[in-house]
Protein backbone atom coordinates (compact mmCIF):
# COMPACT_ATOMS: atom_id res chain seq x y z
CA UNK A 1 0.00 0.00 0.00
CA UNK A 2 1.40 3.33 -0.88
CA UNK A 3 2.16 5.96 2.30
CA UNK A 4 2.76 9.26 1.79
CA UNK A 5 4.40 11.79 5.01
CA UNK A 6 4.65 15.00 5.33
CA UNK A 7 7.28 17.08 7.44
CA UNK A 8 6.87 18.44 10.03
CA UNK A 9 3.53 18.54 11.56
CA UNK A 10 3.69 22.26 11.86
CA UNK A 11 5.77 25.33 11.81
CA UNK A 12 5.89 28.39 13.82
CA UNK A 13 8.38 30.68 11.43
CA UNK A 14 9.20 34.66 11.35
CA UNK A 15 8.24 37.21 8.35
CA UNK A 16 11.59 36.82 6.41
CA UNK A 17 12.65 33.89 7.63
CA UNK A 18 14.05 30.44 5.35
CA UNK A 19 10.95 27.41 5.20
CA UNK A 20 11.41 24.04 3.77
CA UNK A 21 8.76 21.69 3.77
CA UNK A 22 8.77 17.96 2.97
CA UNK A 23 7.30 15.33 1.79
CA UNK A 24 7.64 11.18 1.02
CA UNK A 25 5.23 9.02 -0.61
CA UNK A 26 6.15 4.89 -0.23
CA UNK A 27 5.06 2.06 -2.51
CA UNK A 28 4.80 4.16 -5.80
CA UNK A 29 7.12 4.22 -8.22
CA UNK A 30 7.25 7.67 -10.15
CA UNK A 31 4.38 9.07 -8.80
CA UNK A 32 3.37 12.62 -9.66
CA UNK A 33 3.27 14.86 -7.31
CA UNK A 34 1.40 17.92 -6.28
CA UNK A 35 1.56 20.68 -3.59
CA UNK A 36 -1.54 22.26 -2.52
CA UNK A 37 -2.32 25.56 -0.30
CA UNK A 38 -5.07 26.09 1.78
CA UNK A 39 -5.93 29.34 4.09
CA UNK A 40 -7.98 28.94 7.05
CA UNK A 41 -11.54 28.12 6.03
CA UNK A 42 -10.50 27.86 2.38
CA UNK A 43 -9.87 26.21 -0.80
CA UNK A 44 -7.73 24.08 -2.14
CA UNK A 45 -4.84 26.48 -4.27
CA UNK A 46 -2.67 24.01 -6.19
CA UNK A 47 0.95 25.46 -6.34
CA UNK A 48 3.09 22.99 -7.91
CA UNK A 49 3.06 19.46 -9.97
CA UNK A 50 6.40 17.18 -10.49
CA UNK A 51 5.55 14.07 -13.05
CA UNK A 52 9.38 13.34 -12.50
CA UNK A 53 12.80 14.01 -10.82
CA UNK A 54 13.97 17.01 -11.54
CA UNK A 55 11.34 18.57 -13.15
CA UNK A 56 8.81 21.13 -11.63
CA UNK A 57 6.04 23.01 -13.00
CA UNK A 58 4.13 25.96 -11.18
CA UNK A 59 0.90 26.30 -11.17
CA UNK A 60 0.86 30.02 -8.99
CA UNK A 61 3.46 32.44 -7.89
CA UNK A 62 3.11 32.67 -4.32
CA UNK A 63 7.12 33.11 -3.88
CA UNK A 64 7.65 29.52 -3.26
CA UNK A 65 9.73 27.35 -4.65
CA UNK A 66 9.68 23.50 -5.36
CA UNK A 67 11.98 20.48 -6.10
CA UNK A 68 12.00 16.70 -6.50
CA UNK A 69 15.19 15.86 -5.97
CA UNK A 70 14.41 12.04 -5.27
CA UNK A 71 11.86 10.12 -6.65
CA UNK A 72 9.77 9.53 -3.64
CA UNK A 73 10.75 13.26 -2.04
CA UNK A 74 9.12 16.60 -3.00
CA UNK A 75 10.39 19.83 -1.01
CA UNK A 76 8.58 22.58 -0.76
CA UNK A 77 11.06 26.22 0.17
CA UNK A 78 11.03 29.61 0.42
CA UNK A 79 13.83 31.75 1.30
CA UNK A 80 11.87 34.58 3.14
CA UNK A 81 8.44 34.01 4.46
CA UNK A 82 5.44 36.62 4.41
CA UNK A 83 2.71 36.55 6.74
CA UNK A 84 0.00 35.58 3.65
CA UNK A 85 2.44 32.16 3.46
CA UNK A 86 0.20 31.00 6.80
CA UNK A 87 -2.13 28.29 6.31
CA UNK A 88 -1.88 24.96 5.19
CA UNK A 89 0.27 22.90 3.36
CA UNK A 90 -0.76 19.59 1.40
CA UNK A 91 1.51 16.96 -0.52
CA UNK A 92 -0.47 14.82 -2.71
CA UNK A 93 -0.10 11.73 -5.18
CA UNK A 94 -1.86 10.88 -8.23
CA UNK A 95 -3.87 7.94 -7.37
CA UNK A 96 -4.38 5.41 -10.27
CA UNK A 97 -8.00 6.85 -11.43
CA UNK A 98 -6.54 10.26 -11.18
CA UNK A 99 -7.03 11.83 -8.10
CA UNK A 100 -5.14 13.34 -6.10
CA UNK A 101 -4.44 11.54 -2.80
CA UNK A 102 -3.25 13.96 0.12
CA UNK A 103 -1.10 13.82 3.38
CA UNK A 104 -1.32 15.05 6.47
CA UNK A 105 -0.29 18.31 6.12
CA UNK A 106 1.86 20.83 7.16
CA UNK A 107 -0.07 23.97 9.16
CA UNK A 108 1.82 26.64 8.60
CA UNK A 109 1.75 30.24 11.12
CA UNK A 110 4.00 33.14 10.19
CA UNK A 111 4.42 36.22 13.03
CA UNK B 1 -11.76 32.73 -13.14
CA UNK B 2 -13.28 30.62 -10.81
CA UNK B 3 -12.89 27.17 -12.58
CA UNK B 4 -15.38 24.69 -10.64
CA UNK B 5 -17.85 26.66 -8.45
CA UNK B 6 -19.36 24.98 -5.10
CA UNK B 7 -22.91 25.46 -3.15
CA UNK B 8 -24.05 26.04 -0.70
CA UNK B 9 -21.37 27.69 1.20
CA UNK B 10 -22.93 26.06 4.42
CA UNK B 11 -25.22 23.48 5.20
CA UNK B 12 -27.04 22.37 8.24
CA UNK B 13 -29.24 19.03 8.04
CA UNK B 14 -31.09 17.14 10.85
CA UNK B 15 -29.33 13.45 11.40
CA UNK B 16 -31.24 10.99 8.89
CA UNK B 17 -31.94 13.68 6.31
CA UNK B 18 -30.71 13.82 2.94
CA UNK B 19 -27.61 16.28 1.92
CA UNK B 20 -27.05 17.78 -1.14
CA UNK B 21 -24.15 18.97 -2.32
CA UNK B 22 -23.87 20.89 -6.31
CA UNK B 23 -20.61 21.98 -8.01
CA UNK B 24 -20.63 23.51 -11.52
CA UNK B 25 -17.93 23.88 -14.17
CA UNK B 26 -17.38 25.56 -17.52
CA UNK B 27 -14.00 24.05 -19.31
CA UNK B 28 -15.45 21.63 -21.46
CA UNK B 29 -12.80 19.38 -21.82
CA UNK B 30 -12.88 18.16 -17.76
CA UNK B 31 -13.98 14.66 -17.30
CA UNK B 32 -12.93 13.79 -14.23
CA UNK B 33 -14.73 14.58 -11.04
CA UNK B 34 -13.71 13.59 -7.58
CA UNK B 35 -15.40 14.61 -4.14
CA UNK B 36 -13.44 15.17 -1.38
CA UNK B 37 -14.25 15.28 2.51
CA UNK B 38 -12.06 16.97 4.70
CA UNK B 39 -12.25 17.69 8.82
CA UNK B 40 -10.66 20.19 10.84
CA UNK B 41 -6.88 19.70 10.53
CA UNK B 42 -6.24 16.68 8.57
CA UNK B 43 -5.55 16.38 4.62
CA UNK B 44 -8.74 16.31 2.34
CA UNK B 45 -9.74 12.27 1.95
CA UNK B 46 -11.21 11.08 -1.63
CA UNK B 47 -14.65 10.31 -0.85
CA UNK B 48 -15.84 9.08 -4.28
CA UNK B 49 -15.64 10.02 -8.24
CA UNK B 50 -17.15 9.87 -11.76
CA UNK B 51 -15.97 10.09 -14.79
CA UNK B 52 -17.79 12.05 -17.31
CA UNK B 53 -18.72 8.80 -18.96
CA UNK B 54 -21.00 7.92 -16.35
CA UNK B 55 -23.98 10.22 -14.76
CA UNK B 56 -24.37 8.68 -11.40
CA UNK B 57 -21.91 6.58 -8.71
CA UNK B 58 -23.08 5.54 -5.72
CA UNK B 59 -21.23 4.57 -3.00
CA UNK B 60 -22.95 3.24 0.20
CA UNK B 61 -24.90 6.39 1.41
CA UNK B 62 -22.59 8.90 -1.03
CA UNK B 63 -23.82 9.32 -4.78
CA UNK B 64 -22.88 11.53 -7.02
CA UNK B 65 -24.55 12.62 -10.04
CA UNK B 66 -23.15 14.24 -13.33
CA UNK B 67 -25.06 15.84 -15.91
CA UNK B 68 -22.15 17.01 -19.02
CA UNK B 69 -24.91 18.66 -20.96
CA UNK B 70 -25.51 21.43 -17.82
CA UNK B 71 -21.71 21.12 -16.83
CA UNK B 72 -23.24 20.13 -13.63
CA UNK B 73 -22.43 17.61 -10.60
CA UNK B 74 -23.57 16.46 -7.16
CA UNK B 75 -23.37 14.83 -4.15
CA UNK B 76 -26.14 13.17 -2.37
CA UNK B 77 -25.22 11.86 1.56
CA UNK B 78 -28.87 9.70 2.17
CA UNK B 79 -29.16 9.03 6.11
CA UNK B 80 -26.70 11.90 7.08
CA UNK B 81 -24.61 11.18 10.32
CA UNK B 82 -23.46 13.72 12.68
CA UNK B 83 -19.74 12.02 11.77
CA UNK B 84 -20.56 13.44 8.40
CA UNK B 85 -19.99 16.80 9.57
CA UNK B 86 -17.15 18.03 7.57
CA UNK B 87 -15.96 20.49 4.59
CA UNK B 88 -16.65 18.65 1.44
CA UNK B 89 -14.81 20.06 -1.70
CA UNK B 90 -15.92 18.98 -5.71
CA UNK B 91 -13.01 19.20 -7.90
CA UNK B 92 -12.44 18.91 -11.34
CA UNK B 93 -9.68 17.60 -13.93
CA UNK B 94 -9.23 16.54 -17.64
CA UNK B 95 -7.71 13.72 -18.51
CA UNK B 96 -4.08 13.37 -18.19
CA UNK B 97 -3.52 16.87 -16.86
CA UNK B 98 -1.70 17.35 -14.04
CA UNK B 99 -4.01 20.52 -13.21
CA UNK B 100 -6.72 19.92 -10.54
CA UNK B 101 -9.23 22.52 -9.77
CA UNK B 102 -11.44 22.88 -6.45
CA UNK B 103 -14.51 24.22 -5.55
CA UNK B 104 -14.65 26.67 -2.53
CA UNK B 105 -15.62 24.18 -0.56
CA UNK B 106 -19.54 23.08 1.67
CA UNK B 107 -19.26 22.86 5.06
CA UNK B 108 -21.51 20.71 6.26
CA UNK B 109 -22.95 19.99 9.99
CA UNK B 110 -25.17 16.99 10.79
CA UNK B 111 -27.55 17.66 13.94
CA UNK B 112 -28.45 15.00 16.44
Known amino acids: AQTIHQWPVAEIKAVGSPLSLGCTIK??????LYWYWQATGGTLQQLFY??????VESVVQLNLSASRPKDDQFILSTEKLLLSHSGFYLC??????????FGEGTRLSVL | QQQVRQSPQSLTVWEGGTTVLTCSYE??????FPWYQQFPGEGPALLIS?????DKKEDGRFTTFFNKREKKLSLHIIDSQPGDSATYFC???????????FGDGTQLVVKP
Open chain 1, 92 to 101: AWRGDNQAPL
Open chain 2, 91 to 101: AASANSNNRIF
Open chain 1, 27 to 32: GKSSPN
Open chain 2, 27 to 32: DSTFNY
Open chain 2, 50 to 54: ILSVS
Open chain 1, 50 to 55: SITVGQ
